[in-house]
């Protein structure tokens, strides 16, 4: 079934047709009006890896700071912008974008189909993350960036205690990347229920997409908690309201319970992805198909419940009812029992698969190693007198610092070198590649080990600076000469995707002999993805394809056409055009970047922003000739529309 | 010229009830961690070199119930663990809310939060005068559950004694509660724990446990108002201290200094550190500090002062009769 | 070729425009954590009123007030205020044994020059003279944050409220 395989007589025709109807816009005003999901996708991803980039530069910074007790290398008024810039980079500019950026590229080819179910949608999500972004980054090089904290508690981050224009930035930079965090799950969730290639039922989902579609829908309820939240802040910022003001009636612990009821779920949100990054790289490179598919879907559906029911282990210090807090211990304990049979299962898969080792792999054994240590300290932080000492401290740092590089980054590298031939159609080098491995997991656990020690020996975090005397020099030394080797190995995995890029052999379409349905194609993919809708009889597409197993025919090739099959079953329901190039995207965006930032100033330019974005709003939904076409041949009954009927399935 | 810290910080060197309760179930947690850990990571690795040294796949039905009986127990431990887990955690929960109500000798101390710096009170339930005010740090009677009651006066703080408990925050409108006690006498740091701007880091206190006697010594010591100035330089200094900006802001008990924005100077002498545990409490640094605050500790509300260097000999000569 | 020149034309224009917008910004967001404002600044005579007799106007001696649209200097100045107790004569802004603060009647002027000689030099009839026993620095930090109350200072630098009970809605005009 590969679409290597499939040749038939008008094959170089289609290929051609195919190219041309999906072809990129050229160009530099083509470059804004782009809507195919692979570009996006690399964009999100490059675009996310500059803001790690810049975190961690700001890391480095902070680690610089705390070399050695009572430094001035940074005031607390620079350290104060850099934690929380680094904060808000690293969860909201990175960690969850760069999920997405997977998403986006990888859901419709594990699919088998052409493109996202709204590919300008998808283009808008993307300009206005980048706005948020460089938004953020402006106000921060002119030394006006958020200082309170990437959580930015009321009253410090209220109207008396944070003068200037600093926390609304911050304000203003969620409502931005969460808008987008949002249009991506409404993407994604629609493509992966409704433009599954026949035969790929729900059960036979690859565990990626499941982990996108269960991250998709956490995303569409914590993140409104945060941008009401943010928005709230913002409001009592600018225009004074009294959401906060205890003397006015508001409540300042009512904003920590908004927060933290995002603030949780984005946790499952960043992580979830990486345990379906580590199905993919696990079933490759075992060769067998992961043992116990339902157990891993349904447990990740649970994890998804619990998320929401675990917020309040992050202010048991807050002095709530003591019952209300036990129920939350309960909860925070009950969600290492879904997380802990996925590892089971995985363990079941290596152990009766054929296993390969690559960099690939190796990171997924970082991720073992890293990941349960976070996961283990995460249970004594939900013992609540634990926390009580614990709560704010370095030993925190820590911990998340093992949950969400141990369960996102170490996967997200694995998956950066699992994909990476796909992407480029070259190899990189396995030398240079099980090197960056070593020097982030021997880098990152002389970073943070040390702090746990710290935070028990009565560090808090969040300080400039610290005493000498306390007895924390000498680990907070072990620890920024850690970073030293993190960075050395992003620099080493760098250097080796942009030599291989070039030099690198060859890949192939399947190097890693993988079993998603990405696979079968070449490598890089051509625009259009499959020239047919591919089928496929079996969980692991490529792996249970029959010689001749069948694809479909019948659909336009001189049009951006998309098969839509039913959600339970994906039978072939009927064919839908996409959109094609559109600028309008684009423009939507700078106008709410225009009225959402301007309004920071000046509240008119929200109504401002308004106008104009119900202009770029018509433009948006202004039909196309061949739309319009369309929907005159619909209305007067003539046959000759393809969008009647289901198309056939005929053997190659 | 910074602050050694004499006293400790440690969550793992308990000198009271509370905090040992909680080190017990910390240490209890730690190896029942340690265990799932090392079994999980064996099981992993022994997977791994089985997987390793496989050369066909065993993907069968007989084979997948075997992993499946492994998954399956794997997961019942992991609940069961965590049975007993929660069950220890609500228990020493319990057990430290419990503390206050067994014992009657007991007392109340008002702690508030101030950007960066905790104010202390010991009010009188009998004369509402007497209450004693004092700044960043706690005396406190050994084997007396002491009731803190938490304000602030501006955004929210966390109070952290970690030898003596876990923190508790200080949020504006709500008095928060919470009962330590000590075991034994000596002097424990503490510090604010929840981000508060500019000198979070900066925003420290003492514990002081002694015995009960030596206890109600400093207690009627503090109740006294200051000494008044004997040598003409003393004099002097506090003619400097009431015109200079310092009256505005602090208060000297017996004198027409009775200022509330800053920490009340009246025995400030005999604390161990200045500037909220940032500085040892020497002549020199309060020379520096008088100077210019703000050049130690950037944000601080405490203005740099212009003195002479007579005018400011004469106010340190007052400021150390401050005992 | 065109569509590429005029994008980058485009693509020009905006970052001026940022620029410009970001320029104006800078002051409002300096923070000077170390104030060092000197003693020496409080200069007379001052004018207090517009008025002057004859065809020729004299100059008036005028302080230049270093915080002038800075939030920072805004907010301290609005914890000073209660914290020395201004509020206890003016109450928040709305006066009542002292005159009120958030009308446009001054009597004594309204630039920041006057405001600072009145809280420095006081004024008859119970302003107190607050010259020398606060900093200078403190002073023009109440002086600005005064003016905020008045709504002379720019919108963007002034908080629209404090975490107290409030006098006003924010959106009453000041």
């Known amino acids: 079934m590969t679409e290597l395989l499939v040749e038939t007589p008008d094959f170089a025709r289609e290929r051609a047709l195919m190219a041309e109807t999906w072809a990129s816009p050229r160009g530099f005003i083509g470059w804004f009006t782009e809507t195919g999901h692979k570009e996006l996708g690399i964009r999100y991803i490059v675009t996310a890896f500059v803001f790690f980039l810049a975190g961690g530069i700001e890391a480095a910074l902070m680690r610089i700071q705390l070399m050695k007790p009572e430094n001035h290398f940074l005031g607390p008024d620079a350290y104060n912008q850099i934690f929380t810039v680094h904060g808000a980079t690293m969860m909201f500019l990175f960690a969850v974008p760069v999920m997405e950026g997977f998403g986006v590229y990888l859901v419709p080819l594990m699919l088998g189909t052409h493109n996202v179910a709204f590919p300008k949608l998808n283009a808008f999500g993307y300009y206005i993350y980048l706005f948020g972004g460089v938004f953020l980054y402006t106000m921060f090089f002119l030394h006006a960036g958020p200082d309170a904290g990437w959580f930015s508690y009321v009253p410090l981050s209220g109207p008396q205690y944070s003068p200037g224009k600093r926390v609304d930035t911050w304000a203003q930079m969620i409502t931005f990347t969460e808008l987008s965090g949002l249009v991506v799950a409404v993407e994604l969730l629609v493509t992966s229920f409704k433009q599954r290639c026949p035969g790929m039922s729900l059960n036979r989902i690859p565990l990626f997409v499941w982990s996108m579609i269960v991250v998709s829908f956490m995303i569409m309820f914590a993140m409104p908690a945060v941008m009401l939240d943010s928005t709230y802040l ?400 619909r209305e007067s009954g003539e046959p000759g529309g393809t969008n009647v009927g289901a198309p056939e399935k005929h053997p190659a | 010229m910074f602050a050694i810290a004499l006293p400790i910080q440690s969550a793992l060197d308990a000198a009271g009830p509370q905090a040992a309760r909680i080190h017990h179930l910390f240490l209890f947690f730690f190896w029942i961690c340690v265990a799932v850990y090392v079994i999980t990571i064996l099981f992993f690795l022994v997977a791994i070199v089985r997987g390793r040294r496989r050369s066909i796949v065993e993907d069968n039905p007989a084979n997948d119930r075997r992993l499946g009986i492994f998954v399956g127990t794997c997961s019942a431990v992991t609940v069961l663990a965590l049975f007993v887990l929660l069950f220890s955690s609500v228990a020493t929960g319990n057990a430290i809310g419990s503390l206050g109500k067994e014992k009657p000798a007991q007392f109340e101390i008002e702690v508030t939060g101030h950007q960066w710096w905790w104010e202390v009170k010991y009010p009188d339930a009998v004369t509402a005068s007497n209450q004693i005010t004092d700044a960043n740090q706690i005396h406190i009677p050994i084997h007396t559950p002491i009731l803190l009651r938490l304000d602030t006066r501006d955004v929210i703080h966390s109070l952290w004694i970690p030898n003596l408990h876990g923190k508790r925050d200080l949020i504006p409108g709500r008095v928060n509660k919470f009962w330590i006690e000590a075991d034994k006498p000596g002097v424990y740091r503490g510090q604010c724990a929840e981000f508060c701007g500019y000198q979070h880091a900066h925003m420290a206190l003492v514990v002081v446990a002694e015995t009960p006697e030596e206890f109600a010594r400093w207690k009627s010591h503090m109740s006294e108002g200051a000494p008044t100035p004997m040598t003409p330089e003393q004099t002097r200094g506090q003619q400097v201290f009431l015109g200079a900006p310092c009256a505005n802001c602090h208060n000297v008990l017996g004198t027409d200094a009775y200022g509330t924005l800053g920490p009340d100077l009246t025995h400030f002498r005999s604390r161990p550190t200045l500037a909220a545990g940032q500085l040892l409490n020497t002549r020199g640094n309060l020379a520096g500090w008088i100077a210019n605050a703000p050049a130690i500790k950037p944000g601080t509300l405490m203005p740099p002062n212009q003195l002479s260097g007579q005018e400011m000999n004469d106010l340190l000569a007052y400021l150390e009769t401050l005992k | 070729m065109r569509t590429r020149l005029r994008g980058r034309a485009v693509l020009w224009l905006v970052i001026a425009m940022l620029a410009a917008v970001l320029v104006a910004a800078c002051h409002r967001e300096e923070r000077a954590l170390t104030p060092d404002a000197p003693y020496s600044q409080r200069a007379r005579p001052v004018r207090v009123s517009d008025l002057q007799p004859g065809p020729k106007q004299l100059a008036a001696t005028a302080l230049e007030n270093p915080y002038e649209g800075n939030a920072y200097a805004i907010s301290q100045g609005q914890q000073l205020f209660d914290q020395y107790n201004c509020s206890g004569c003016h109450f928040h802004g709305g006066g009542g044994i002292g005159p009120a603060l958030m009308d446009d009647e001054w009597i004594y002027g309204s630039s920041p020059t006057n405001i600072f000689m009145t809280i420095s030099e006081g004024r008859p009839n119970g302003m107190p003279s607050y010259g020398g026993h606060i900093p200078d620095a403190q002073i023009w930090q109440l002086t600005t944050y005064v003016r905020s109350l008045g709504g002379f200072e720019p919108k963007g630098a002034t908080a629209p409220r404090s975490d107290a009970m409030q006098a006003r809605k924010s959106e009453e005009p000041k």
Request: aromatic share 18%; charged share 10%.
């Open chain 1, 234 to 633: 913002a409001l009592d910022r600018l225009i004074g309201t009294q959401f906060f003001n205890r003397s006015e009636g508001g409540d300042p612990i009512f904003y920590q319970h908004l927060f933290w009821f995002f603030g949780h779920p984005e946790v499952y949100i960043i992580f979830i992805p990486g345990l379906g990054f580590t199905s993919s790289i696990l079933t490759a490179f075992t060769g067998r198909r992961i043992f116990g598919y339902t157990a891993m879907v349904s447990t990740l559906v649970v994890t998804a419940f619990l998320g929401f029911s675990v917020w309040v282990h992050h202010m048991f210090a807050t002095g709530l009812p003591q019952l209300g807090e036990s129920f939350f211990t309960a909860a925070s304990l009950m969600i290492v029992i879904p997380t802990g049979v996925q590892i089971f299962c995985w363990i079941a898969t290596i152990w009766s698969g054929r296993l390969r080792i690559a960099t690939p792999v190796m990171y997924v054994i970082g991720f073992f190693i890293v990941f349960i240590v976070g996961g283990l300290t995460g249970v004594m932080l939900a013992a609540i007198p634990i926390n009580w000492q614990v709560h704010d401290t370095y030993f925190v740092v820590a911990h998340l610092h093992y949950v969400l590089i141990g369960g996102a980054l170490f996967p997200l590298f694995g998956a950066f070198h699992f994909w990476y031939p796909k992407w480029t159609g070259r190899m990189f080098s396995e030398a240079m590649g099980q090197t960056s491995f070593w020097l982030l997991l021997i880098g990152f656990n002389m970073t943070f080990f040390p702090m746990h020690i710290l935070g028990l020996h009565g560090m808090p975090r969040r300080v400039y600076t610290y005493q000498p005397g306390m007895g924390w020099t000498a680990l907070n030394q072990v620890a920024s000469f850690g970073a030293v080797f993190m960075a050395l190995s992003v620099l080493t995995m760098m250097i080796n995707f942009f030599v291989s890029k070039k030099k690198g052999r060859l890949a192939g379409a399947n190097p890693w002999k993988a079993d998603t349905l990405e696979w079968s194609l070449p490598s890089p993919p051509p625009v259009y993805n499959y020239v047919h809708v591919p089928t496929v009889s079996g969980l692991n597409a490529v792996w249970d394809a029959a010689p001749d197993q069948p694809y479909v025919t019948g659909m336009r090739f001189d049009r951006r056409e998309v098969l839509v099959t039913k959600t339970l079953d994906a039978e072939p329901d009927h064919t839908e055009m996409l959109p094609g190039h559109s600028i309008w995207p684009f423009v939507l965006a700078c106008t709410s970047f225009l009225g959402l930032w301007g309004a920071i100033f000046f509240a008119w330019w929200f109504s401002i922003g308004a106008v104009l974005s119900g202009i770029a709003l018509i433009g948006w939904f202004w039909p196309t000739n061949e739309e319009l076409h369309d929907h005159i041949v």
